[in-house]
């Protein structure tokens, strides 16, 4: 069975910073390319940064310079650094792990909810 579970979620002003890890279990996250997505009121999921099982990273061009994710094999943990948060990064904030060859798989966390007050 894969878990995935986020923590690190909150309230913070705007300028703050706030780190969102994702422990995995069942799969490792060395092995398949992890992401984090948001989810605004009223929008669609969009991804925020992977990283792929080759360790490149890739951002939405919003949050590039202020984001950072990084992966602890040992630990079998994904962070996401965010640091200079704006209003416009509010959202929750979903883990997730995938594999797009075949079989291709995919699996989500419960999210965590990130406020930004300005």
């Known amino acids: 069975q894969v878990q995935l579970v986020e923590s690190g979620g909150g309230l913070v002003q705007a300028g703050g910073s706030l780190r969102l890890s994702c422990a995995a279990s069942?799969?490792?996250?060395?092995?398949?390319?992890m992401g984090w997505y948001r989810q605004a009121p009223g929008k669609q999921r969009e991804l925020v940064a992977a990283?792929?099982?080759?360790?490149?990273?890739n951002y939405v061009d919003s949050v590039k310079g202020r984001f950072t994710i990084s992966r602890d094999n040992a630990k079998n943990t994904v962070t996401l650094q965010m640091n200079s948060l704006k209003s416009e990064d509010t959202a929750v904030y979903y883990c997730?792990?995938?594999?797009?060859?075949?079989?291709?798989?995919?699996?989500w966390g419960q999210g965590t909810q990130v406020t930004v007050s300005s």
């Open positions: 990283i792929t099982t080759g360790g490149r990273t």
């Open positions: 069942g799969r490792s996250v060395s092995m398949n390319d």
């Open positions: 997730s792990l995938k594999r797009i060859w075949p079989p291709p798989y995919d699996y």
